[in-house]
C-alpha cells in the first residue's frame, strides 16, 4: 500500500464522528456545512487528521467559554459546529476517494449521508416550549444494529415523572413510570407509522429468588438501565443531560445547566431506583421512587427500513 494510500486508511479510522449526546447530523445541511470543502482538501493532502485535531481543539475552548458564562444557546451552537466538522471528516475520506460507503458503519450510501452511532434524528414530536408547544422530538442514535434496528435515547429529559406515584415496593414491570412511557407518551408522541416502526424489545426479567426469575418484561418505551447507561456513554460528561423547557415547567430539577434523569434499575429495598445526576455520574443508591423532580429520558427501538422506506 502507498503511504498515501496508508495515511487515507489511518483517516478514515479516525474519523468515526464524536459518540457524545451533543452529535447533530440533520439530513438537509450537507450543501451548508462550511467545514465539508476544507476537510475533503485536507483529505486528499493527507492532513485530514491535523485538520480536525486543530479546529477541533478551537471549537471546543470556545465550547469551554459559553459553558462557564452561562451561554447555553451558545454553547449549542458551538456543539452543532463540533457535529459539523464530526460529519464533514467523516465523508470527506468517501468524497475524495470516490467510495460510495459510510466510513462509520461501512453500509454502502444510498444517498449523501448514513445514520450511524452518535447521530441525532428526529422521530416523532412531544411539548417542548413551556406553554406546551410541541416540537420534533430529538433522538440519540446509542447503537446501529445490521438489520437495520436503531437504539435511541432522547436528546433532552423530555417530561418529570416519578418512578412510582406511591412511596411503595415495587419493580419496573409494575411502576407507574412504565405504564406512561408505553401508554400516554407513545401514543401522544408518535403517528401510527411511526408506531408501526417502534419495535417492542424486552427489558427486564425480574429476579425473584436466587436462580429463579419472572417472566420476561416487554415495553415499546422504556429507560435505561444502569448497564445500559454505563454501556453507551464512556464519560460523566457524555452523560449529561439539559432539559426541555416543558420539563422544566413540569418541576424537573435543574442544576446550572443540566437536570437527573431517571434509570430503570432498582435497589433491593424496591423503593428507590438508581438514576444518573447533575455531573452525569451513575447514583446506584438511588433516589425515592416518589421523587416528582426525576426527569424522564425516553428510549426505544425504531425499524427505519420500515420508517424510512
Known sequence: MSEDGEENKQDQEMYSGSTGPEVSVPSDRENNNP???????ACRCNRLKEYSINEKKRLKERLKYCSEAGDIEMADSVRNQISMLDEACRYAVSFATGENVCP???RKLKGPQCVCQGDIISFGVYPYESNGTKKPLEWLVLETEKDGTLFLLSRRGIDAKPYNRQYSETSWENCTLRQWLNTEFYNNAFND?????VKTVQTE??????????????????????AEAYRYFISDEQRKCVLSPYAR???AYCGDSSCWWW???????????????LGGDINTIGSNI??????VRAAIKINSHLFWH
Not at 193 to 197: D, F, G, P, S, V
Open 249 to 251: 415547567m413540569c418541576g
Open 193 to 197: 407509522r411511526e408506531k408501526a416502526a
Open 290 to 295: 416518589s421523587d416528582e423532580q426525576g426527569t
Open 104 to 106: 462509520v458503519c461501512g
Open 205 to 226: 426479567t425480574r429476579k425473584k429468588f436466587p436462580f429463579i426469575r419472572s417472566a420476561p418484561v416487554y415495553d415499546r418505551v422504556f429507560i435505561l438501565s444502569v
Open 35 to 41: 467545514y465539508l470543502e476544507p476537510a475533503i482538501s
Open 263 to 277: 434509570l430503570r434499575s432498582m435497589r433491593e429495598d424496591a423503593c428507590h431506583a438508581a438514576y444518573v445526576n
